[in-house]
C-alpha cells in the first residue's frame, strides 16, 4: 500500500505539467496562475482594473457576467468577495452568433468549450469561483443565486440581440444599493455625430460574432430602460491585442428603485 505520503510529489508534478500547459498557450486574458507567472493573453485588463473595480471588496457577493477566462471573477476574489459565481456559457452553440455565420464559427473548431481555460486558471489559483451556466437573458435568482453586491458585465452586450432584455434579467439578481459595472466598446463616430442620441449600428454584415455597438448614449438608453441609473461614467482603450484595441466605456450602475419590473 503506498503511504499516504506518496501523493503530494505526484500533485506537484501534477501542477507543474498544468503550469507549464498554461503558460505555453494562447489565452484570452492574461492572468496570473502562480506567482508572477502570467498566461499569454489577448486581452490585459490589469491596468484598468484599478479603476473599474473598488480597491475593496471584502464580504461582498460578487458576481462576473460572460467571465470566458475568468479575469474579472479573480479579481474580486483576490479583493476579498465572500462569494463569487461566474456566468458562462456552458457550450458555443448557445451563443446568439448571428444565424448566418452560426454554422462556419460552430464548424472551425476553434475553442473547445467556453469555460476550458477557466478551469485551468481556477485549479493553478485555488479559486473557489463558482461557474453558473447559464445564456445571460436566463439570468435568475434561480439560475445563478444572488442577490449580488457587486456584478461585473464585460464586453457580452455586444454578442446579444437584444441587450436591454438581457441587462433586465440581470437586474434581477442585484442586490437593492448593489452595483453593476457595464464596459462595452462604443461606436466613436457615432458617438460624436450624435452625442445626446441613443444610435446603434449593426454589426451582423461585418463581423463574425457581433449584434450591435451602441454610441455612448446608446448603452446609457440600453441601461436606462432596463431599470438601472447611472453613477458613474469612464472611457478607456481595451489594452489588446489588435483589432479588439477599441475604445470602451464603462458605466457603474445601480438599480433604480422606482422603475419597473422586468415584462
Ligand atoms: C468577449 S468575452 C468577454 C470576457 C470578459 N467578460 C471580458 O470582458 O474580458 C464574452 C464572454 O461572454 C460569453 N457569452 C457570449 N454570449 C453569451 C450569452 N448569450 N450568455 C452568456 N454568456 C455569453 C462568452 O462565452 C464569453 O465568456
Request: net charge negative; hydrophobic share 40%.
Amino acid at each position: 500500500m503506498p503511504s499516504p505520503d506518496t501523493s503530494a510529489p505526484a500533485a506537484t508534478e501534477d501542477r507543474e505539467a498544468l503550469l507549464a500547459e498554461a503558460l505555453g498557450r494562447p489565452w484570452y486574458h492574461t492572468i496570473e496562475v502562480a506567482p508572477g507567472r502570467f498566461t499569454d493573453g489577448t486581452v490585459d485588463h490589469r491596468e484598468m482594473t484599478p479603476k473599474l473595480l473598488p480597491a475593496s471588496l471584502a464580504g461582498k457577493r460578487c458576481l462576473d457576467v460572460g467571465t470566458f477566462d475568468g479575469y474579472f471573477a479573480f479579481a474580486m476574489e483576490e479583493r476579498g468577495a465572500a462569494e463569487v459565481a461566474a456566468v458562462d456559457l456552458e457550450t458555443f452553440d448557445q451563443a446568439e452568433w448571428p444565424p448566418r455565420n452560426r454554422p462556419r464559427l460552430l464548424a472551425s473548431g476553434g475553442d473547445a468549450e467556453p469555460g476550458e481555460r477557466f478551469k485551468i486558471a481556477a485549479r493553478l489559483r485555488g479559486s473557489d469561483v463558482r461557474r453558473a451556466l447559464t445564456p445571460i437573458h436566463l439570468i435568475s435568482p434561480e439560475t445563478v443565486g444572488g442577490p449580488f453586491d457587486h456584478v461585473v458585465l464585460s464586453d457580452l452586450l455586444l454578442h446579444v440581440r437584444d441587450p436591454v432584455g438581457a441587462l433586465e434579467a440581470v437586474r434581477t439578481v442585484i442586490a437593492p444599493g448593489g452595483r453593476l459595472l457595464v464596459a462595452e466598446e462604443v461606436n466613436i463616430r457615432l458617438s460624436i455625430a450624435s452625442p445626446r442620441r441613443a444610435a446603434a449600428k449593426l454589426q451582423t454584415g461585418w463581423t463574425d460574432y457581433g449584434w450591435w455597438q451602441a454610441n455612448v448614449a446608446g448603452l446609457w438608453q440600453w441601461l436606462h430602460q432596463a431599470g438601472f441609473r447611472i453613477e458613474k461614467r469612464a472611457f478607456y482603450t481595451l489594452n489588446a491585442k489588435g483589432a479588439m484595441k477599441r475604445l470602451h466605456v464603462a458605466f457603474e450602475v445601480t438599480p433604480d428603485p422606482s422603475a419597473p419590473q422586468a415584462g
